[in-house]
Nanobody, 114 residues
């Protein structure tokens, strides 16, 4: 089973930026579409961005133009660069395959507040 470890979250003011990282433990990472998800208490987990093994990206409308997903297949890592952050981006952020088939990590908390 592939293990996922997210990092990079924190407290940031509106308009600020953060870069999240997610390290995977298995080389199968190189061949799968990866996604970043976010979740708030009481809400369902939401897929906000995905990237294929070849680098094709897709974003949910609320983050288009502000978030960028990228991956480094040599380091088995997927990134989420978040710019122009808004309070509504506050959530715990997770990575997983686009189908969510691996065990979920602990996530990383992102709080956008002045």
């Amino acid at each position: 089973q592939v293990q996922l470890v997210e990092s990079g979250g924190g407290l940031v003011q509106p308009g600020g930026s953060l870069r999240l990282s997610c390290a995977a433990s298995g080389s199968i990472f190189r061949f799968v579409t990866m996604g970043w998800y976010r979740q708030n208490p009481g809400n369902q987990r939401e897929l906000v961005a995905s990237i294929t093994s070849g680098g094709i990206t897709n974003y949910t409308d609320s983050v288009k133009g502000r978030f960028t997903i990228a991956r480094d297949n040599t380091k088995l890592t997927v990134f989420l660069l978040m710019n122009s952050l808004k309070p509504e981006d506050t959530a715990v952020y997770y990575c997983n395959t686009k189908s969510g088939r691996w065990s979920w990590g602990q996530g990383t908390q992102v709080t956008v507040s002045s």
